[in-house]
Nanobody, 123 residues
Framework: QVQLVESGGGLVQAGGSLRLSCAAS????????MGWFRQAPGKVREFVAG???????TYADSVKGRFTISRDNAKKTVYLQMNSLKPEDTAVYYC?????????????????WGQGTQVTVSS
């Protein structure tokens, strides 16, 4: 059983930055793929960024060039650095972990989820 706890969300003005963290406990963190998703009110949960155990990553087109995903296996933590934030980035952000090899973009392939952290970007 893996537990994930997100932190770092908050209220920021457009153009600002936030850094989300997701701390994992239980399981073997180093071999898991990790991902960030987000869900805005009335919308489906969507993929934001993913990173494999080796550090390969991929991003949704909407955040490419603005967000950076990284991981520290020693700390069992994955990060999402979010720069140049826009009001449309407002959502609850979730981290998740998958035992699938490689970078995982499909939410159904993720096994464990955190509770989420709210990010609100004001215009």
């Amino acid at each position: 059983q893996v537990q994930l706890v997100e932190s770092g969300g908050g209220l920021v003005q457009a153009g600002g930055s936030l850094r989300l963290s997701c701390a994992a406990s239980g399981g073997t963190f180093a071999i898991y793929s990790m991902g960030w998703f987000r869900q805005a009110p009335g919308k489906v949960r969507e993929f934001v960024a993913g990173i494999s155990w080796s550090g390969s990553n991929t991003y949704a087109d909407s955040v490419k060039g603005r967000f950076t995903i990284s991981r520290d296996n020693a700390k069992k933590t994955v990060y999402l650095q979010m720069n140049s934030l826009k009001p449309e980035d407002t959502a609850v952000y979730y981290c998740a972990t998958s035992r699938t090899i490689g970078v995982v973009t499909i939410k159904e392939q993720y096994d464990y989820w955190g509770q989420g952290t709210q990010v609100t970007v004001s215009s």
